[in-house]
């Protein structure tokens, strides 16, 4: 295979962040060999390195982000922004994840790990030829209220789908759990 094949091949799957096990599986070809293939890619500037064994065909730090650590789903300012509910492009691309936190400072990232009843209200839109898992605009601000944000004035949020998404916190318990089940108590209806 042709290294211009390879990346076509890459490309046209959808998903656009690989690590060597990914492209290997793609190409059908051993380990030992997408790894000679992704440094190649990179050195001719069809691919960027994002970290060890991790190479994307795409700059879009959102993309990257929900490709990179999986599972995850860009939430908070990140989501309400890719929505058009917020102005301000943010300075990092905040997501949530049920894995480890994590930060990536040289690409602007932030995963937050929740536990995994939380791990929903997220759906996947097409973005740059390839695809991104964004938070709904209710899962948004309720993922900042969980974390101590203040999500200020979001516009047009279904309350009904507010409380619905609060059953989880209530199952789920602990003290980040009661700040969100307060904050709907107390301030939603203002927002």
């Known amino acids: 295979m042709r ?4 990346r076509d091949v890459a490309s046209s ?41 991790v190479i994307s065909l795409t700059r879009d730090t959102f993309i ?22 917020a102005d301000q492009v943010p300075s990092v691309v905040e997501c949530v994840t049920t894995r480890r936190t994590a930060r990536f400072e040289g690409l602007g990232l932030v995963y937050r790990r929740v536990h995994p009843a939380l ?15 964004v938070a709904t605009p209710e899962k948004a601000v309720l993922d900042m209220v969980y974390f101590g944000l203040d999500p200020g004035s979001v516009p047009g949020l279904d309350h009904g789908r507010l409380a619905r998404m609060a059953e989880a916190y209530r199952a789920v318990g602990g003290y980040r759990a009661r700040r969100v089940l307060r904050w709907l108590r107390c301030c939603a209806r203002r927002s």
């Open 3 to 6: 290294l211009y094949e390879l």
């Open 13 to 53: 799957s959808g998903r656009l962040v690989f690590t060597v096990g990914q492209l290997a599986n793609l190409a059908s070809i051993p380990r030992s060999h997408a790894k000679v293939y992704a440094a190649r890619l990179v050195s001719r500037g069809m691919a960027w390195r994002v970290r060890r064994g």
């Open 64 to 85: 990257i982000a929900t490709q990179l650590v999986e599972p995850s789903y860009i939430s908070f300012h990140s989501a309400l922004y890719l929505r058009g509910l």
């Open 119 to 133: 791990f929903f209200g997220y759906e996947r839109v097409e973005r740059g030829g390839s695809y991104v898992f």
